[in-house]
Each structure stands twice: as C-alpha cells, then as structure tokens.
C-alpha cells in the first residue's frame, strides 16, 4: 500500500489502485485543491503567451482537469504528463475579392511551417487541448510566398473585417456558436498613419483576441472546421489571415 504524498493535495491518504486517485479527484477536489494537482508539473514555455496574454490559463485547465479520460487523469497526476501553454495556427488567404473562408483548418492539410501545425484539421491522438482565446491576425505578402511571408507582427485591420462572422465547430459540436467578429475589436484602435493596406482607408491597429469566459476541449483526432464569412469582402490584394487558438494541453513531462 502507497500513499500519495506527491500530489499534496492527498497526502496521508493510503491507496493501492490509481483508480482511487481518479475517484477522489471527481468526488471531492475543489478549484484550489485542484491547482495543487498540478505543483510539481514543469512550467511551459512562456513564449506563447507574449505580453501575459492569458496568466491563468493554467488554473482553467486544473480546474477542468476532471473532464479528461481517467487514463489521461492519471497520467497527469502520476507527473508522467503535465500541463503546457499551447497554440494552434493556421495561416489562410483572403486576398481582394474573397466573402468567405471555408476551411479555417484544411481537413487534407498537412503540417507546413508557418502556414499551419496541425495536419488534417486533427489534434494528435492523446493530445486534449483546453480553448481558452482566439487570436485573429492580418497580414500582407508582399513577397508572395502563399502566406508564409506575410507581416502579421503589427496587424492592421481594415474596418469591414470585423463586420463578418465566425463559426467553429468540432465532429458537430459547437465551440463557437456563429457570431460576430466584432467579439475581436477589443483593444484596437483606430489609426490615420498607417493606411499602406492596398486602398483600404479605414484602418485598425492593435491585437484582435477573443478570451472565452467558457474554455471549451478541443479533442484528440476528431476534425476541426471553421468557416468565417462577410457580406463584402474585407481584404486587399495578397492579404492573409492568421487563426491563433489558444490554450493549455497535456504533454508527455
């Protein structure tokens, strides 16, 4: 018989069987006990999350760490995975005259580096990743690379870009009901002195994120599909966008 003096939580506890861990946690764990779970997991690596993006996306994933599969619970609590910042991206064209994106995430895409990394619009088998914002990102390739070149470091939005909407779904599932991407337009602003974006003349600086107040599981080899859509086409020539999800994931530690 072992106790689970590792896991803080349950100190002094005695127990033979992993599954008692998993029970306990359903049965009993409170938010801040749930936290505790995850004390002697290594911390990600903070580049993801420039300029404190998101600082408690950690605690969303402890807290929701119930969720997951028993197998994954274990995993996590034995410290054989631990929680780590994480992203997707998918880099896909917009261009002058498009009203609509129909694959946000291509289901025959493959990995290629700085278009997208996830392939096939599938998170790797075993790979659970809790949502918790939506980065919307322009830029124009002037070099003509099919987006790979594109300048979203300093984003500016043309105005009609927000005016459309977005809808993301998972194997039928809703993770954002369609609704407007004027959810984006906190903290941009407008801007008279940057207007290089083709002939478009009204124009907005600033970082297009969407933090949602009810992270949604992103779920191991089931299809993503996101379509965004507007009335009148919002881009300029050579014009991209860039899809950041955000959020937290399980990783081997």
Not at 220 to 239: H, Y
């Amino acid at each position: 018989m072992t106790t689970l003096g590792s896991l803080g939580i349950f100190r002094g506890i005695p127990t033979s069987d992993a599954a008692e861990v998993i029970n306990f946690i359903k049965a009993r764990v409170t938010a801040d006990q749930a936290r505790q779970v995850f004390d002697n997991m290594a911390k990600a690596d903070a580049s993801l999350y420039t300029e404190n993006l998101i600082t408690s996306d950690r605690e969303k994933f402890a807290t929701r760490v119930a969720q997951l599969p028993d197998e994954v619970m274990t995993r996590l609590t034995n410290g054989i995975e631990q929680a780590m910042d994480d992203e997707i991206y998918s880099v896909v064209p917009l261009g002058a005259a498009a009203t609509n994106i129909n694959d946000i995430f291509p289901i025959a895409g493959s990995l290629d580096l700085g278009l997208r990394n996830i392939a096939n619009a599938k998170l790797d088998a075993n790979r659970y990743f809790l949502l918790t914002a939506i980065e919307l990102m322009y830029g124009i390739d002037e070099a003509n690379s099919g987006g790979r070149a594109g300048s979203f470091t300093n984003s500016q939005y043309p105005s009609a870009l927000f005016a459309g909407e977005i809808e993301l779904k998972q194997n039928g599932r809703s993770i954002i009901r369609k609704q407007s991407l004027g959810m984006f337009f906190k903290g941009i602003q407008s801007t008279n002195s940057h207007l290089n974006v083709s002939s478009i003349t009204n124009v907005y600086q600033g970082r297009a994120v969407h933090v949602l107040h009810n992270p949604k599981w992103i779920y191991p080899q089931q299809a993503l599909k996101g379509v965004m859509e507007w009335a009148v086409a919002p881009g300029a020539a050579n014009s991209y966008l860039k899809i950041r999800l955000i959020g937290v994931s399980n990783e081997r530690a």
